[in-house]
C-alpha cells in the first residue's frame, strides 16, 4: 500500500496535545473510563478498588476491546489521562542521544521517545496485542498511543483486503506518545532454525520501514528489536541484520540524514548492539 492510500484511509496530519490532568483529574478520568468500557461489555460499575487497580483494568479491556467507533467525550477523557501519563513517564528528544554516523543506541522504555517515527514489532492482523495487560510490545505501544491506533490499523487492513504481509510497513498517527508516528511492521516468525527467508523478511522490515519514513519526511526513527521476543529470532542475528540493513540503506540514500535509533530493553540486547556498532 503507497503512502497516498495510506493517507487516503487513514488521517495523517499531527495529532492535538490536550491539557495535561492533575492527581484528581487523573482518577476521575480513569473512573469514567472504566465505567464507559464495563457498560459497553454489559457490566455493572458497581464496586471499589485502588485507582492503580482500575487503571490496570481500563487497559486490559480496552486490550480485549475490538475496533470499533469511540465517543468523542470518551476519546477527548482517555486523550488527557494518556497524554498525562507520557508526561509523567518522561520524553526523551533524540537529539540528546550520541550518534555516530547518524545511528544512535537508546536502552529503555520506547513509549518515551519524541522521535518522529517508533516502530512497532506487530502482528499479522495489525490490530494489537489483545491479551490484556501483556508486556510484548505491541500492547505496550497501543496501550499508551489509544484506542485509535486498532481502529486506524483496523480501517488499513480493511482498504487492503487481507492481512499484513511479513516485511512490509504500515504507518499511522501515534496519538498519545511523545512520538509523531508508529510505523507497523510484522516480521518472520522462526519455527526451527532461521531460514534464509526469515533472513530476508527480517531485512525487508528495516528496508520498508525506512523507505516509508523517507517519503512521509520523517527525521528520526527508532527500531525496536524486530522478531527477538515471541517470534523467536536469535538475538545476535537479527542485530546484525539490523545494522546491515540501516548501513545498507544509509549507502543507498546519501542525501538523507535521518536519525536511526537502535532501541533496546533488554541488557543482552544493548550489548549485543553495542559490540556491532562499535565496529561501524
Known amino acids: 500500500m503507497t503512502l497516498a492510500r495510506i493517507r487516503s484511509v487513514v488521517d495523517l496530519t499531527p495529532y492535538p496535545r490536550p491539557e495535561p490532568l492533575d492527581a484528581e483529574g487523573k482518577r476521575t478520568a480513569t473512573d469514567t473510563l472504566l465505567k464507559w468500557l464495563l457498560r459497553e461489555r454489559g457490566m455493572i460499575a458497581a464496586f471499589s478498588a485502588t485507582t492503580e487497580k482500575k487503571r490496570m483494568l481500563v487497559r486490559g479491556y480496552m486490550n480485549e476491546r475490538p475496533a470499533h467507533p469511540i465517543p468523542s467525550e470518551i476519546l477527548a477523557i482517555q486523550d488527557r489521562l494518556f497524554w498525562t501519563e507520557s508526561l509523567e ?14 545511528i544512535s543506541l537508546w536502552q529503555g522504555d520506547i513509549t518515551r521517545l519524541a522521535a518522529d517515527g517508533i516502530v512497532n514489532a506487530a502482528n499479522k492482523g495489525l490490530l494489537g496485542c489483545f491479551l490484556p495487560n501483556h508486556n510484548c510490545i505491541d500492547n505496550v505501544i497501543h496501550s499508551a498511543a489509544g484506542m485509535q491506533l486498532r481502529d486506524d490499523c483496523a480501517k488499513l487492513i480493511a482498504a487492503q483486503g487481507h492481512e499484513e504481509d511479513c516485511g512490509d510497513c504500515k504507518i499511522t498517527r501515534a496519538y498519545n506518545l511523545p512520538s509523531r508516528y508508529v510505523l507497523h511492521t510484522v516480521g518472520p516468525m522462526v519455527r526451527r532454525e532461521v531460514t534464509e527467508q526469515d533472513r530476508a523478511l527480517l531485512r525487508s522490515c528495516y528496508n520498508s520501514c525506512l523507505d516509508l519514513a523517507a517519503e512521509a519526511g520523517l527525521r528520526s526513527v527508532a527500531f525496536c528489536c524486530i522478531s527477538t521476543g515471541v517470534f523467536s529470532f536469535p538475538q545476535a542475528e537479527a542485530a546484525e541484520i539490523a545494522t546491515g540493513a540501516v548501513l545498507r540503506w544509509k549507502m543507498r540514500h546519501p542525501e538523507n540524514d535521518m536519525q536511526i535509533i537502535f532501541n533496546t530493553f533488554l541488557d543482552s540486547d544493548t550489548e549485543i548492539y553495542r559490540k556491532i556498532l562499535a565496529l561501524v
Open 89 to 102: 513517564r518522561g520524553i526523551l528528544s533524540p537529539e540528546t542521544l550520541p550518534q555516530r554516523n547518524g
